[in-house]
């Protein structure tokens, strides 16, 4: 029997993962300039493209900070969570890289709007895994190792 931390730990791994698959895949499309269709919906919103960047990185920032949390979190890290580092680190080289994609732009505010998600996907995550541990499940990797 897999004992139900595991089960949770895994879940939490295995929605991380999938929502990186799928940015990835997001970001393949656009640099194609495949994403008109599936995207275009956002266009017919006031500042539509800024709060999908909003929308998808504070999913993608929650999800991946459930999935891998930090262990010991620390100076500099009780601000700012590793996980979150890696993803300013990724999401930034990805916002740059724009400027060299023909069918791509640069934008200042794609990035803020990318900050933004990542800030609140952190607290988001962050809040609730304090939740969960409250009722004495919590979510972390020395406490759910798979066997």
Known sequence: MIPVLSIRRASAVIAAVGSIIFFIWIVIIADRGNGTPWWSFLDKIPYGDKLGHLCLIGTLSFLCNLGF???????PWSVIAPTTVVL???L???ELSQGFIKSRHLDFYDWLADLAGLAIGQIGGTYFRKQVSKEGTQITRDQSTLR
């Open 92 to 94: 930034s080289m990805e």
């Open 69 to 75: 949390p930090s262990r010991k979190p620390g100076f």
């Open 88 to 90: 300013l680190i990724a």
